[in-house]
């Protein structure tokens, strides 16, 4: 079964900083991964997926995430932290093709600092 | 990109009655799926509804608690019944995106903020 484990309930940075948020998973199959970002009493906004084809993804507002199966993580970075980022995170994984189940991680809320 | 409309956009209900919730996508699409999110928590599955059959519930959640209807490819809700306070979360509607429709992969509703008292 699939699972998503993300390392950091919280992270703080300094703006202009980099942001390094950190997702391991395990899948008995070739996942489908994804980050999500919610920002306070929003929704959902989708930030990048991977589905097999480049291992380095490149995201929305900077954001990007590297695949590596080999440690079974998909870690979320940015390359300088913007107030706006300040948010919760979710790393998520696909279940087998076709079911559409996602499994989300339990959040990192991330704080930049002026 | 495909739009979803998901109302009402919040609720504070009585205990013991029930809220029914709409989502409403501008694109037609196989699969609908309803999320929670308990206070402070992630998200977690309620059931997945396909047009034209009955919705496939996770472990924990039962029909009788959150009967979900699924009439056409466009349209779903989601009620929750007989409410109590631990049923106060955020529930969201989620579809699925096909090249052509957006970005590619799963998006969301701006969700429903439940309150029970």
């Known amino acids: 079964a699939q699972s998503v484990t993300q390392l950091d309930s919280h992270v703080s940075v300094s703006e202009g900083t980099p942001v390094l948020l950190r997702c391991n998973y395990s899948s008995s199959y070739s996942p489908s991964l994804f980050w999500y970002v919610q920002h306070p009493n929003k929704g959902l906004q989708l930030l990048l997926k991977?589905?097999?084809?480049?291992?380095l993804v490149k995201g929305i507002n900077g954001f990007e995430a590297e695949f590596k199966k080999s440690e079974t993580s998909f870690h979320l970075t940015k390359p300088s932290a913007h107030m706006s980022d300040a948010a919760e995170y979710f790393c998520?994984?696909?279940?087998?093709?076709?079911?559409?189940?996602?499994?989300f991680g339990q959040g990192t809320t991330l704080q930049v600092k002026p | 990109s495909a739009v979803i409309s998901q109302k009402p956009s919040r609720d504070i209900c009585q205990r013991g009655t029930s809220l029914t919730i709409q989502c409403q996508v501008d694109?037609?699409?196989?699969?609908m799926f309803w999320y929670r999110q308990q206070p402070g928590q992630s998200l977690t599955l309620i059931a997945t509804a396909n047009q034209g059959s009955e919705a496939t519930y996770e472990s924990g959640f039962v029909i009788d608690k959150f009967p979900i209807s699924r009439p056409n490819l466009t349209f779903s809700t989601l009620t929750v019944s007989n409410m109590s306070p631990e049923d106060s979360s955020i529930y969201l509607c989620?579809?699925?995106?096909?090249?052509?429709?957006?970005?590619?992969?799963?998006?969301f509703g701006s969700g429903t903020r439940l309150t029970v008292v």
């Open positions: 989620s579809v699925e995106l096909l090249p052509g429709q957006g970005i590619y992969g799963y998006t």
């Open positions: 998520v994984v696909s279940e087998t093709s076709n079911t559409g189940k996602l499994i």
């Open positions: 694109s037609q699409v196989t699969m």
């Open positions: 991977y589905t097999s084809a480049a291992t």
